[in-house]
């Protein structure tokens, strides 16, 4: 492998790690919420894990731009 690939192919592995972990924590927020809700809490925590929600978001966004590409996620309302 050049260096010009091996430089390539490892920011393209740098790049899709930083995607799996915004992923799954986008998804872990996401459940969290739901129990949030499901129980009843406080309005400030459910507000407060929304607000990291729409940050890994838009993390998830800037990163998938470095790509060319672009995401669109929303919650599903009758998960379970």
């Known amino acids: 492998m050049a260096a010009m690939e091996e430089k390539e192919f490892l920011s393209y592995y740098q790049w899709s790690i930083s995607v799996s972990r915004l992923m799954e924590l986008i998804a872990m927020t996401n459940r969290t919420i739901q129990i949030h809700k499901e129980g ?11 607000e990291l929600f729409e940050g890994y978001k838009v993390e998830l966004n800037k990163l998938m731009q470095i ?7 929303s919650t ?3 998960t379970g």
Do not use: A
């Open 40 to 50: 009843n809490d406080s309005l400030l925590y459910i507000k407060q894990y929304e």
């Open 67 to 73: 790509m060319g590409l672009s995401v669109h996620l």
């Open 76 to 78: 599903l309302k009758n």
